[in-house]
């Protein structure tokens, strides 16, 4: 049976760039549950107005709401997944185990870097808001300016929690929180990590070896 990817990075290390990858490649599923929380958010449902305040600040989401919203949003006898983004604290791990995963097998993926690089890395961050690719505008700049090379949208925009004040707080976060989470793998014998400042193709090689 094969793995599931449980992958674990501070904001900007590099998981959705892989994720993308896996998924055309390898045939995972990639499910963030940033991305569903600002679907949720797009929709203007109640729930989106509820946690846009607290994504816009940088805050953690409730444990409860997210949890929802995972479980709503996949089906493990289906497909092979790539959890990004979840989880952010022990109980949230905990919880993808005994309720979600129930006994499949899943690697943890740290995605290490130094947390300097990430602020700029942050901030010139570009999403194609119609299929999603990732760009940086320094380093992976779109072939035509303001134009998705993968599906020629001319959507590129800037994260509402990608600007400078929010990022910081953000880090803080991660960092404030994912040392228990990554003792909860190592302890257990699931985590592998990766030096996130590696090209993306030797990373997707790493990873690909594993799975
Ligand atoms: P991300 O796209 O993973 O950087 O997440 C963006 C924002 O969504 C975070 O700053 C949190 O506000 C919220 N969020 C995403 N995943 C979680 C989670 N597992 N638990 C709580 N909040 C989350």
């Given at each position: 049976?094969?793995?599931?990817?449980?992958?674990?990075?501070?904001?900007?290390?590099?998981?959705?760039?892989?994720?993308?990858?896996?998924?055309?490649?390898?045939g995972f599923?990639?499910?963030?549950?940033?991305?569903?929380?600002?679907?949720?958010?797009?929709?203007?449902?109640?729930?989106?107005?509820?946690?846009?305040?607290?994504?816009?600040?940088?805050?953690?989401?409730?444990?409860?709401?997210?949890?929802?919203?995972?479980?709503?949003?996949?089906?493990?006898?289906?497909?092979?997944?790539?959890?990004?983004?979840?989880?952010?604290?022990?109980?949230?791990?905990?919880?993808?185990?005994?309720?979600?995963?129930?006994?499949?097998?899943?690697?943890?993926?740290?995605?290490?870097?130094?947390?300097?690089?990430?602020?700029?890395?942050?901030?010139?961050?570009?999403?194609?808001?119609d299929c999603?690719?990732?760009?940086?505008?320094?380093?992976?700049?779109?072939?035509?300016?303001?134009?998705?090379?993968?599906?020629?949208?001319?959507?590129?925009?800037?994260?509402?929690?990608?600007?400078?004040?929010?990022?910081?707080?953000?880090?803080?976060?991660?960092?404030?929180?994912?040392?228990?989470?990554?003792?909860?793998?190592?302890?257990?014998?699931?985590?592998?990590?990766?030096?996130?400042?590696?090209?993306?193709?030797?990373?997707?090689?790493?990873?690909?070896?594993?799975?």
């Amino acid at each position: 049976m094969k793995s599931h990817l449980i992958f674990i990075g501070a904001p900007g290390s590099g998981k959705g760039t892989q994720a993308s990858k896996l998924v055309s490649d390898r045939g995972f599923k990639h499910i963030s549950t940033g991305d569903l929380l600002r679907a949720e958010i797009a929709k203007q449902s109640a729930l989106g107005l509820e946690v846009k305040k607290v994504m816009d600040a940088g805050q953690l989401v409730s444990d409860d709401l997210v949890i929802r919203l995972l479980q709503a949003n996949i089906d493990l006898n289906a497909s092979q997944y790539i959890f990004d983004g979840y989880p952010r604290n022990i109980a949230q791990a905990q919880t993808l185990d005994k309720e979600v995963l129930k006994g499949s097998p899943s690697i943890a993926v740290y995605f290490e870097i130094n947390m300097s690089k990430l602020v700029e890395r942050l901030t010139n961050r570009r999403t194609c808001k119609d299929c999603g690719a990732i760009y940086n505008l320094i380093s992976k700049k779109p072939k035509i300016t303001g134009t998705c090379d993968q599906c020629g949208g001319t959507n590129l925009v800037q994260r509402a929690d990608d600007k400078e004040d929010v990022i910081t707080n953000r880090l803080k976060v991660f960092q404030d929180t994912v040392d228990p989470v990554l003792k909860y793998y190592q302890d257990l014998g699931r985590l592998m990590k990766v030096d996130a400042e590696m090209s993306p193709d030797v990373i997707f090689n790493q990873i690909s070896s594993k799975v």
